[in-house]
């Protein structure tokens, strides 16, 4: 693990825990929050208790200066702002995502962000009575769970009246190093229940209507985009196609100008010389198997 990165999103109750026992965990750690640390945090926050109030600080600044002068193998990268779309670029130079953020809006804006730039994640939120850590990686999203849940979703850190249980603690980082050793597939929720200290496993399967992952955005396959949406599945390879070299590999497919048209059965291709396929009656895996084949 020493070898991979993590953004941290949310330098909150969750968020200061996980920064303070992932020493040494992570060649590099981004830090993303736009608040400032205040004496009202250090009830449930108390990794900010150094902090001099003297003079208004941000909570990314001082959590990067300590983790530095604490950890001097792992770089630290500071974001003081709020998450938000214009960030997803950020997303490509880390390994893993980690929300703990406070709110279900930020939560939808992140996977929306680990969806486009294909990366893993695990949303994380606690209150009085469990802590929630569901995990993402390329399957079912936390869209998915979010619109078809009845309660299990959670806002962030609610109802907490102290900092989190050395239990949980040791069940957050255990349960984050699994994931992000291969040991935790994606779709997985794992609850926590602080008071009997018993912890439920489930998963969750793709909604198909999901308007994150399942229809409207984008995945990345190569250098291309992957697509699924009403007509059926596009895919954009971002640069030309032989299309004569194309049609050689496919018995039966035609030309058409600057168009190669392939029917088999009830399944249909459509490709265009600038690189553009059109899959209409074939699964996402089926054109993806396709797609590769033909991008060998």
Do not use: W
């Amino acid at each position: 693990m020493e070898n991979k990165s993590i953004l941290i999103i949310g330098a909150g109750a969750l968020g200061s825990v996980f920064l303070e026992n992932s020493r040494g965990m992570f060649k590099k750690v981004g830090i993303f929050d736009g608040d400032i640390v205040s004496k009202s945090n250090l009830l449930t926050q108390p990794f900010y208790s150094g902090c001099d109030f003297s003079s208004p600080i941000s909570k990314t600044s001082f959590a990067v200066g300590k983790m530095s002068s604490l950890d001097s193998s792992t770089e630290y990268q500071g974001y003081e702002r709020y998450f938000t779309e214009s960030d997803f670029r950020i997303m490509k130079e880390y390994d893993i995502i980690a929300d703990f953020t406070d709110n279900v809006k930020s939560r939808l804006t992140i996977n929306e962000g680990c969806i486009r730039e294909g990366k893993p994640a695990v949303f994380a939120s606690l209150n009085d009575k469990e802590g929630f850590l569901y995990f993402y990686e390329g399957n079912a999203c936390f869209n998915c769970l979010f619109r078809n849940s009845i309660g299990r979703v959670k806002e962030g850190c609610e109802s907490m009246i102290s900092a989190p249980e050395k239990e949980f603690i040791t069940f957050l980082m255990e349960s984050v190093s699994e994931f992000v050793s291969g040991g935790i597939k994606g779709s997985e929720i794992r609850v926590f229940n602080l008071a009997n200290k018993k912890i439920l496993k489930s998963t969750v399967k793709r909604d198909p209507e999901c308007e994150a992952c399942a229809r409207h955005t984008s995945n990345s396959l190569g250098n291309g985009f992957i697509q699924i949406c009403s007509s059926g599945i596009k895919f954009s390879y971002g640069k030309g196609i032989d299309l004569g070299v194309l049609s050689g590999r496919l018995s039966g497919s035609k030309l058409y100008g600057e168009y190669l048209v392939y029917n088999k059965g009830n399944k249909s291709m459509l490709v265009s010389l600038e690189g553009d396929f059109l899959f209409s009656g074939y699964s996402k895996s089926e054109a993806e198997e396709l797609i590769h084949s033909f991008l060998a």
